[in-house]
């Protein structure tokens, strides 16, 4: 599904605003399936070094992405505070451990910039745009490029 393809029946996208440091991010609420909070994961041998592991999650195993260091930026140390986003995108489930969850946004298609062509193409392979919402800029990440299947396969 794309992002487009996760708009209400009302024109608007709903995405979850979540924090990796300082920075804000949003992802179509629509892959969305649950959140929790941090549960430390199983290490898994000569796995991507964004995937932090796997968890046990109601006797399913679900594997744990970094999406700080999937997106370059220092890896999370999880606290309190941080949060395991469930998505799920066709028939796969993972998890993405963000420093937070902070709220739920309906934009206009029309606020959605594209990705600013000075960007790195890694950058652009997972930003699929920008949204600049009063002070705050906000980046849209598409769920089908978080976690392409050759990662999900090591689960």
Excluded: Y
């Excluded at 599904?1 to 804000?24: F, I, P, W």
């Excluded at 606290?79 to 993405?96: H, M, P, Q, Y």
């Excluded at 420093?99 to 029309?110: A, Y």
């Amino acid at each position: 599904m794309t992002e487009t393809a996760a708009n209400s029946g009302s024109g608007m996208l709903k995405v979850l605003a979540l924090r990796l440091g300082d920075r804000e991010f949003c992802i179509a609420i629509a892959h969305v399936r649950e959140i929790r909070g941090w549960t430390p994961t199983m290490p898994l041998p000569h796995a991507p070094k964004f995937v932090r592991g796997l968890v046990n999650l109601r006797g399913t195993v679900l594997p744990i992405i970094d999406l700080a260091e999937l997106l370059g930026f220092p890896t999370i140390e999880p606290t309190s505070r941080s949060a395991i986003i469930v998505l799920e995108f066709g028939k796969d489930t993972f998890g993405l451990l963000v420093d937070g969850v902070t709220e739920i946004l309906e934009l206009q298609p029309e606020w959605i910039q594209p990705t600013p062509p000075i960007a790195t193409d890694l950058a652009k392979s997972f930003v699929s745009g920008v949204v600049a919402l009063e002070q705050r800029m906000i980046s849209l990440i598409g769920v089908d490029s978080i976690v392409p299947h050759s990662a999900l396969a090591v689960a």
